[in-house]
């Protein structure tokens, strides 16, 4: 089992920044892709971003690219999402999700591809 635990999440204004954090604990976290994921209001959870074991590789949504980014610490147990330039669009719940990977730059992206996730975090941005 591998448990996940978002955080950082909060109201901030179009155009400002927001790091999230995802700590877990459990089973050897550097054996784990790592993903972000979100969902807004009334629509489906859809892929944000997503990191290797080794941090090597990553790969963004078009959504969201050139504005976040997707890091990890394999020390700390824990990925982050760095958020800038925030739109109102992009007001949801983020969740962080991961998947037992083989390969240390492998990447998961699909819903269905994750083992474990966390409970979420709320992200609120206006206009």
């Known amino acids: 089992q591998v448990q996940l635990v978002e955080s950082g999440g909060g109201l901030v204004q179009a155009g400002g920044s927001l790091r999230l954090s995802c700590a877990a604990s459990?089973?050897?976290?550097?054996?784990?892709?790592m993903d972000w994921f979100r969902q807004a209001p009334g629509k489906e959870r859809e892929f944000v971003a997503a990191?290797?074991?080794?941090?090597?590789?990553?790969y963004y949504a078009d959504s969201v690219k050139g504005r976040f980014t997707i890091s990890r610490d394999n020390t700390k147990n824990t990925v982050f999402l760095q958020m800038n330039s925030l739109k109102y669009e992009d007001t949801a719940v983020y969740y962080c999700?991961?998947?037992?990977?083989?390969?240390?730059?492998?990447?998961?992206?699909?819903?269905?591809?994750?083992?474990?996730w966390g409970k979420g975090t709320l992200v609120t941005v206006s206009s």
């Open positions: 990191i290797s074991w080794s941090g090597g590789r990553t």
């Open positions: 999700a991961a998947s037992r990977l083989y390969s240390s730059d492998q990447l998961a992206t699909s819903y269905h591809a994750m083992d474990y």
């Open positions: 459990g089973r050897t976290f550097s054996n784990y892709g």
